[in-house]
């Protein structure tokens, strides 16, 4: 039943393919494009075609406004990060009408953070149709860093340089799922059931992640439950539908509804 459960509330993002669609029109770092099953805070890449066998990926797009009754929707675009290579030169192209735009490419591979084995088994098994990337693997990512305490850049980093498109952190009987290039919050289930203990700064086989002497991100994590739903409320501070929940659920912790930039 628990898996059953998960699974029906987890269907939306996670049954989407990539979507591709023309770029209706673009001024300088924004644009437009029109498709169903868009959600804000979605990530993907524009693509200029040269012609028909040569083709390059030109900028990074996010999904910043939708228009619901239209399906049309704004992006912002910024340059393309997915594969640096300082020694080899690089296009200057600007994105411009026509050119093709990939949303939610890689939301078919995923990384959970869960607080314990128990909680990321039952995850892992409830959600269907996902790659995941076990946890270890950021772990020693972190490690190369010095930072144990994850920071947003790490998580952008990571899951660029690895193909990873979503992010899911369970925290307070909550399953966030996030875009993990951006961290924006993409959808909210309950978890039932599951269990209270937590190791920081997530489950991990990983015995110890190095810390560098000094910097942000080199202290320990003390507190699992609330690092998390801090840095997610600081990352989606204008979503309403988040600040609503966090009210509902967290309305004795004002510091966390501190972090919203949102009026009553």
């Known amino acids: 039943m628990r898996i059953l459960f998960l699974s029906?509330?987890?269907?939306?993002?996670?049954?989407?393919?990539?979507?591709?669609?023309?770029?209706?029109?673009?001024?300088?770092?924004?644009?437009?494009?029109?498709?169903?099953?868009?959600?804000?805070?979605?990530?993907?890449?524009?693509?200029?075609?040269?012609?028909?066998?040569?083709s390059s990926i030109i900028a990074n797009m996010r999904v910043s406004e939708i228009n619901t009754d239209t399906n049309r929707a704004l992006i912002d675009i910024s340059p393309y990060d997915g594969l640096r290579q300082n020694f080899l030169p690089s296009g200057k192209w600007?994105?411009?009408?026509?050119?093709?735009?990939?949303?939610?490419?890689?939301?078919?591979?995923?990384?959970?953070?869960?607080?314990?084995?128990?909680?990321?088994?039952?995850?892992?098994?409830?959600?269907?149709?996902?790659?995941?990337?076990?946890?270890?693997?950021?772990?020693?990512?972190?490690?190369?860093?010095?930072?144990?305490?994850?920071?947003?850049?790490?998580?952008?980093?990571?899951?660029?340089?690895?193909?990873?498109?979503?992010?899911?952190?369970q925290s307070s009987d909550i399953l966030f799922t996030l875009d993990c290039k951006n961290f924006a919050l993409l959808e909210t289930a309950t978890t039932p059931d599951l269990k209270k203990e937590s190791m920081t700064p997530f489950y991990?086989?990983?015995?110890?992640?190095r810390a560098n002497w000094f910097g942000t991100g080199s202290s320990r994590l003390d507190d699992y439950e609330s690092y998390y739903l801090e840095e997610i409320a600081l990352n989606n501070s204008k979503n309403k539908e988040l600040y609503k929940l966090y009210k509902a659920k967290f309305s004795e912790k004002s510091a966390l509804l501190r972090n919203f930039d949102i009026k009553d």
């Open 204 to 209: 991990t086989r990983a015995p110890k992640i």
């Open 8 to 54: 029906l509330l987890c269907m939306g993002i996670l049954q989407a393919s990539p979507i591709s669609t023309p770029l209706l029109d673009t001024n300088e770092n924004s644009g437009s494009i029109q498709a169903s099953q868009l959600k804000v805070g979605m990530s993907g890449f524009i693509i200029r075609h040269f012609d028909d066998k040569h």
């Open 94 to 169: 600007k994105a411009k009408t026509n050119d093709e735009v990939v949303v939610a490419y890689d939301y078919e591979r995923a990384l959970l953070i869960a607080p314990n084995v128990d909680t990321y088994n039952t995850l892992t098994k409830s959600i269907p149709n996902i790659e995941w990337v076990h946890p270890d693997t950021f772990a020693t990512y972190l490690s190369h860093e010095g930072h144990p305490t994850p920071l947003v850049k790490d998580f952008h980093n990571f899951c660029t340089a690895n193909s990873v498109g979503l992010l899911y952190v």
